[in-house]
Each structure stands twice: as C-alpha cells, then as structure tokens.
C-alpha cells in the first residue's frame, strides 16, 4: 500500500536548517525489518514511523529509527512529529495545546502550539530523568580519538561522564569553541577509545550571544557520522550540568546551539527544575518547520 510521508526540519523556525526528519505515517503492517529498511533510504539521522496508540487517550505510537538501529526515544523525531500532529489535528479543525506520544520508553507529553501554516513548536517532559551511567574513559584516550590535544579535554568542573535520559551519551566538555570545531572523530582510533558510545562534546564558548552551550554530536556506530540537533543528547547532558555545574533552586532555562559546523543552525531549549538541590524534571523544546509531503509506493 501507498503511504504518505512528512519531512521537517526540528529545531529551527526556518527551512534548510536544523535537524531534517522523516515522519512516514499509515504505518501499520510494516515490520521492523521494513522500517529499518525504510529508514536507510531516507538516510537522515532519524525516521519516525506514527502508529495507532495503545491507550486511546494518547495521540499516537512512535517507532524511531536511525539507518543503523531502532532507538527507544529521540529528541528531534519527537517534537518534529508532535508538531506535524499539531498541524494535521487543526487542518481537520480539532487540536490541542497537550498530546501524548508513546514510545519504547514509555509515555512523552508534549505541550505543542501552531505558529505557522507549516511550522510550530512543542516542548515535551522527559520520560526519564537523567542519571551516570558508566565511567568515561580518560582524555588521554579520548582526545586522540577526536583529533584533539588531551588539554583541550575539560573546562572548569566539567569533565568527561556518561548519562542517559533513555539513550547514553559519552559528554565531553571542551575547552574553546575552536575546539568543539576542530574536533574529527578518527575511526581508527574510535572504537578502542568510544566503542559503540555516541559522543556529545560542548563548551561554554557559543556562536550567538544569549546561547549557553554549543555543541556537536558524532554517532558512527549508530550510522549518524554528525547530527545536526540531538534531543536525546541534550536530555542526558542534562545530567551532566547537574554533576558538574549545578543550578541553584528553581527553575532555569538553556540554549544549546548545535549543527553550526554543518551549515544547519540549531537550538535546543533545556528547562530544568531544580528542588533540594535535586533535578526534579526536565523539558526539551524547539521549533519545526514542514519541508516536502510524499508518498512512499
């Protein structure tokens, strides 16, 4: 059967930038084989397959691919589609400012808004708080891997950690943005120093004033070589601001540029809340802008 197909680019308000991401909807009846194969043609960092929900008060199932593998919950695939859902919902004269998406890791609310004829915005809760998992390797063996100098591995408090809000991530703080830039992964050296780990690697330095951290994200195992915009990764690194550079009481707001070494501009929004001096939830949001409709025969 024909089945239509959605791209958008995710946090940006502007097509040609940000993350792109395909959203192939009528899903039913593919299996995970057909989806993975699906998600290779494609061939952008992640398609999202929309399926009937289990519980009838949820707006729809996802399953999220990358070309190499299936991933339990992703950022960009998240708010791209909430916000094409958005669109579709007030195109049929429904919609809703809250809808709830599942995935394999379990049930995202999304607080979404209709800004344009093709564009939007949603914000979703994480599922999962971020916590460490694992111990990062040192910068001796990291900094070769990337093509770096082991003295440009650190600033401040930060140092290299793992975390995961449901997919882990290698965060690795670096001292310049000069450095962010620099930064090639070297596959001969990746896998002894990485393994199958996707790496996030931010500084303080930033491209825009009123930005906070920029960012870049490599995923060869993952078949991502570099993501422009990575929810996921904001949500685990999260994590690491909590370890590293803990905002005081209350609630506070963080922009993440990533994707500006690629020529796709991105902005990641991170709101955490912070009681007792303890993360007690978290949001990631952004802005989307539909690219192309078509249908996959």
């Known amino acids: 059967m024909a089945r239509r197909f959605v791209t958008l680019d995710v946090f940006t308000t502007r097509r040609h930038a940000g993350n792109p991401l395909a959203v192939v909807l009528q899903a039913e009846g593919l299996d995970t084989e057909a989806m993975q194969a699906i998600a290779r043609e494609f061939n952008l960092s992640e398609t999202v397959f929309v399926l009937p929900p289990e519980r009838p008060e949820h707006r729809a199932a996802l399953r999220i691919f990358t070309p190499g593998t299936e991933l339990p919950f992703a950022g960009h695939p998240t708010v ?106 070297d596959m001969g050296r990746w896998q002894d120093a990485l393994g199958a780990s996707a790496a996030f690697v931010y500084s303080h330095e930033t491209a825009e004033a009123g ?52 020529g796709r501009p991105s902005q990641i929004v991170l709101e955490m809340s912070v009681r007792g001096g303890a993360l007690v939830s978290a949001r990631i949001g952004g802005s989307a802008v539909v690219v192309s409709e078509g249908v996959l025969l």
């Open 80 to 185: 791209g589609t909430a916000v094409w859902l958005a669109l579709h919902d007030e195109a049929e004269g429904g919609g809703t400012e809250m809808l709830v998406l599942e995935e394999k890791v379990g049930a995202v609310a999304c607080a979404v808004e209709v800004t344009g004829s093709h564009a939007g915005h949603a914000a979703f809760t994480l599922p999962r708080l971020p916590e460490a998992v694992g111990t990062a390797p040192a910068a001796g063996l990291l900094a070769p891997a990337l093509g770096l100098d082991a003295g440009e591995i650190g600033f401040g408090a930060h140092r290299p950690g793992i975390f995961s809000a449901g997919v882990p991530f290698l965060c690795i703080p670096l001292a310049s943005r000069a450095a962010v830039a620099h930064a090639r992964p």
């Open 211 to 262: 930005h906070h951290y920029h960012a870049r994200m490599f995923a060869p195992t993952l078949g991502i070589a570099e993501d422009p915009a990575t929810g996921s990764a904001v949500a685990a690194f999260a994590g690491a601001i909590i370890a590293h550079e803990p905002p005081g009481e209350g609630d506070h707001r963080f922009v993440i540029e990533q994707g500006y070494e690629m």
